[in-house]
């Protein structure tokens, strides 16, 4: 399966019509006027100065959170919502341009066909939210962590190492001793179902307007050059 078809358009209308046909799912959501105006973006490693279709990963892996980690943020995420809004199919957006700058070379994007989508009421974005939550809210962690964990010493342990055992590159959660592997997975699951408040397939307008990380779950979308608009 190639990774992305690039499509030659000789005016911008063209490009236009297939977006209208094959994007409508998309369209009635966020209306018309994003063929015009686009109202998602996301920053990808290459430029293209077209339009792509691309195809998401059936299993995508992090770029730098802990594979444990995210597994387990999928398994929550998927038992409440029936998707792995982390990995399965997933196109992450933002309707701020400058955030999605930050990942690459910033396109418009369009789900193509029929997909679903998760955002989250009180976080721009999950891993930055999960990162300082020990600075911004360091006795709730403590309260959540203490449901979980009855000696404070493993309380403390946990909130001393809390950024570096959610990324990848600063050692991950290997780094814990493994009996406390599956504890701080619970951990965490509580912050993401109960702390930052997932919106499933509701909200969309509201993500927009403020900017939030938005997962997409769908086979295939539109990428397309801002310069096209």
């Given at each position: 399966?190639?990774?992305?078809?690039?499509?030659?358009?000789?005016?911008s209308g063209n490009f236009r019509d297939i977006l209208k046909q094959e994007c409508q799912p998309?369209?009635?959501?966020?209306?018309?006027?994003?063929?015009?105006?686009?109202?998602?973006?996301?920053?990808?490693?290459?430029?293209?100065?077209?339009?792509?279709?691309?195809n998401t990963y059936e299993a995508r892996r992090p770029v730098s959170t802990d594979t444990l980690v995210q597994d387990g943020i999928d398994e929550a995420l998927y038992e409440h919502f029936g998707?792995?809004?982390?990995?399965?199919?997933?196109?992450?957006?933002?309707?701020?341009?400058?955030?999605?700058?930050?990942?690459?070379?910033?396109?418009s994007i369009f789900p193509k066909g029929d997909f679903s989508y998760l955002w989250f009421k009180n976080s721009l974005d999950l891993f930055g939210t999960l990162g300082?939550?020990?600075?911004?809210?360091?006795?709730?962690?403590?309260q959540i962590i203490s449901k979980v964990f009855e000696d404070p010493k493993d309380v403390r342990l946990i909130q001393m190492?809390?950024?570096?055992?959610?990324?990848?590159?600063?050692g991950g959660l290997k780094e814990m001793p493994k009996r406390m592997h599956s504890g701080?997975?619970?951990?965490?699951?509580?912050?993401?179902?109960?702390?930052?408040?997932?919106?499933?397939?509701?909200?969309?307008?509201?993500?927009?307007?403020?900017?939030?990380?938005?997962?997409?779950?769908?086979?295939?979308?539109?990428?397309?050059n801002e310069d096209m608009f």
């Open positions: 399966m190639k990774l992305f078809d690039i499509f030659e358009t000789e005016n998309y369209l009635k959501l966020v209306g018309n006027e994003a063929l015009f105006k686009p109202v998602l973006f996301r920053g990808e490693s290459v430029y293209s100065d077209t339009m792509i279709l691309k998707v792995r809004y982390r990995s399965n199919h997933i196109v992450f957006a933002t309707s701020n341009r400058t955030i999605a700058g930050d990942y690459g070379h910033v396109c300082s939550f020990n600075r911004h809210y360091p006795d709730k962690l403590e190492n809390w950024r570096m055992l959610l990324s990848s590159r600063q701080i997975i619970k951990v965490i699951q509580d912050i993401v179902i109960n702390y930052t408040q997932p919106q499933h397939n509701v909200g969309i307008d509201a993500a927009i307007e403020t900017g939030r990380e938005i997962m997409i779950h769908c086979k295939q979308y539109y990428c397309c």
